[in-house]
C-alpha cells in the first residue's frame, strides 16, 4: 500500500476513533470549563495532520503524533496573551494546572478521561434526553444524523437540543471534578443509557456504510468494564448491560457476509460465534441477578441469551415470553417488532402477520422488512412489494444490497 493511500485511510479512522477520546483527555488534564477549546484543539490538530502527513508522509507512531501535537497547542493557545486575556481565563482552574505539564496519554488514562467526561456532561441542569445527546456528541463522536436515528427524531431537533444544553453546561460551570457518591448514584442511569446507544449503533449502524461497526462495539464494552471496577457503578443493571454486550458482541462475526452483506439469524453459521463472549456475558449475567431489581438491560441480556443457546428445545417460548415484559417496562416500535418475529417462530408465519400489520408502522423500513420475510413463505409478491418499501425507506447501502439480493432469491423461485 503507498503512502498516499495509507494517509487517505488511515486519517479519518483516526480522527473516529481519538477525536472524541483528545476532547475528553484536554478537559480534564487542563482542568477545561470550556469544553469547546478542547474540540478546537483537537480539531486544528487533525487539521495540521492532513497537511503535514500529505507532504511529509505518515510518521511511525500517528496517535502519539496526534497527541503530542494537541498538548503543544494547547500549551501555545495559553502561553499566548491575548488569547489568554480574552478568551481563557474563565476556562481554567489556574491553582490546579500546570499548562507547562507535558500531556499524558495511555489506554487507561483516555478511559479515566472518557468516564469523567461523560459523568461530567451527564449534569442534572439539562434534561436527561439531552444528557445523553451531549454525551453521544462529545465523548462517542456521533453525528447530529446519528444521534437524531438514535432517539428517532430529525436533525434539527437535535440541533437544538445540543445547543441548549452546551449552554445550559456553561451556564452551571462546567468543570471535570471529583463527584459525589450521590452525583455518581443519579448520573449513572444516563451514562448506561448512553453506553447502550453506543453499542447500538455499532451492532447496527444506520447511518454508516457498513452494517457494523465494532470499534463503537469494542468502545462501549471497554467504557463499561471499567465502570465494573468502581463499587458505585458496578450494579446489577451495569452487569446485565455488559451481559448484553457481549451476548451480542459473540455474534458479530456471524453476521456478516465476506461482501458486507446482512446474514440473517437462522442462516448464521453458529461455527463463527465467539464462544469465550458468551462465557462472559454468562458470568456478567449471572451477576446481574444479585439483586430482585429487574431492569430492561436484564430483560434484553436474557433475549440474547437465549439466541446464544445451542438448543431449539422451548428457545422462541422463552424469547417471547421475555418480550411480552420487556414490551411492559419500555415499549419501542423495534421491539414490538422484534416480538413478533420470535412470535412467527412459535406460532408461525401467517398469524405473526396479523401481528405485524397491527402495528401500523409504514414508515418504518423494519416493518417491511419483517412482512417481506413472514410473507416469502405464505405469498412471494407481496413479500417482494414489502422488501422494494423497505429499500426505499433505508438509507443503508448495506441494507439494500442484502434486500436486493432477496428480493432476486425470491424471484427465481417464482
Not at 19 to 27: D, E, G, H, R, S
Not at 87 to 97: C, G, H, L, Q, S
Not at 188 to 203: A, M, S
Not at 250 to 270: M, P, V, Y
Amino acid at each position: 500500500m503507498d503512502k498516499s493511500k495509507s494517509y487517505n485511510e488511515l486519517l479519518p479512522y483516526l480522527f473516529r476513533q481519538e477525536y472524541a477520546k483528545m476532547t475528553a483527555v484536554l478537559c480534564r488534564h487542563f482542568s477545561l470549563s470550556h469544553i469547546e477549546i478542547a474540540e478546537d484543539i483537537a480539531g486544528d490538530t487533525f487539521l495540521k495532520a492532513s497537511e503535514d502527513w500529505a507532504i511529509y508522509g505518515m510518521p511511525d507512531n500517528p496517535t502519539a503524533w496526534l497527541y503530542t501535537v494537541a498538548g503543544n497547542k494547547i500549551k501555545d493557545y495559553f502561553k499566548h496573551k491575548s488569547v489568554f486575556e480574552n478568551k481563557v481565563r474563565n476556562a481554567i482552574t489556574p491553582v490546579d494546572t500546570d499548562f507547562e505539564k507535558d500531556l499524558e496519554f495511555n489506554n487507561q488514562i483516555i478511559a479515566d478521561s472518557q468516564l469523567a467526561m461523560i459523568f461530567a456532561v451527564c449534569n442534572p441542569a439539562n434534561p436527561i434526553e439531552a444528557q445523553i445527546a451531549l454525551a453521544l456528541q462529545i465523548l462517542c463522536g456521533f453525528s447530529v444524523e446519528e444521534i437524531a436515528n438514535a432517539f428517532l427524531t430529525n436533525r434539527e431537533n437535535i440541533k437544538k437540543r445540543l445547543q441548549r444544553a452546551r449552554t445550559n453546561l456553561r451556564n452551571d460551570n462546567f468543570e471535570i471534578s471529583d463527584l459525589t457518591e450521590t452525583d455518581i448514584k443519579t448520573r449513572l442511569d444516563t451514562v448506561l443509557k448512553t453506553l447502550y446507544l453506543l453499542f447500538n449503533e455499532g451492532y447496527f449502524s444506520k447511518t454508516n456504510s457498513q452494517l457494523i461497526r465494532k470499534e463503537l462495539c469494542t468502545e462501549a464494552v471497554r467504557l463499561a468494564v471499567v465502570l465494573t471496577e468502581n463499587k458505585l457503578t458496578n450494579t446489577p443493571q451495569l452487569n446485565a448491560l455488559l451481559a448484553l454486550m457481549c451476548f451480542q458482541s459473540s455474534r458479530l462475526e456471524a453476521r456478516t457476509g465476506i461482501n458486507g452483506e446482512a446474514i440473517l439469524f437462522d442462516k448464521q453459521d453458529k461455527s463463527l460465534w465467539d464462544k469465550s463472549l458468551i462465557d462472559r456475558g454468562n458470568y456478567y449475567l449471572i451477576n446481574a441477578f444479585d439483586d430482585t431489581e429487574i431492569s430492561k438491560y436484564h430483560l434484553e441480556a436474557s433475549i440474547a441469551y437465549w439466541h446464544t443457546t445451542p438448543t431449539d428445545d422451548n428457545k422462541w417460548e422463552h424469547i417471547l415470553q421475555l418480550y411480552n415484559k420487556l414490551l411492559l417496562i419500555e415499549y419501542s416500535p423495534v421491539t414490538a417488532l422484534n416480538r413478533t418475529f420470535a412470535f412467527s417462530k412459535v406460532y408461525g408465519y401467517e398469524k405473526a402477520i396479523k401481528e405485524v400489520e397491527r402495528l401500523n408502522l409504514p414508515e418504518s423500513n423494519y416493518f417491511h422488512e419483517l412482512l417481506g420475510y413472514l410473507y416469502s413463505n405464505v405469498d412471494i409478491d407481496t413479500a417482494i412489494q414489502h422488501y422494494t418499501k423497505a429499500i426505499e425507506l433505508t438509507k443503508s447501502k448495506i441494507e439494500q444490497e442484502t434486500l436486493k439480493q432477496e428480493i432476486n432469491r425470491l424471484l427465481l423461485l417464482k
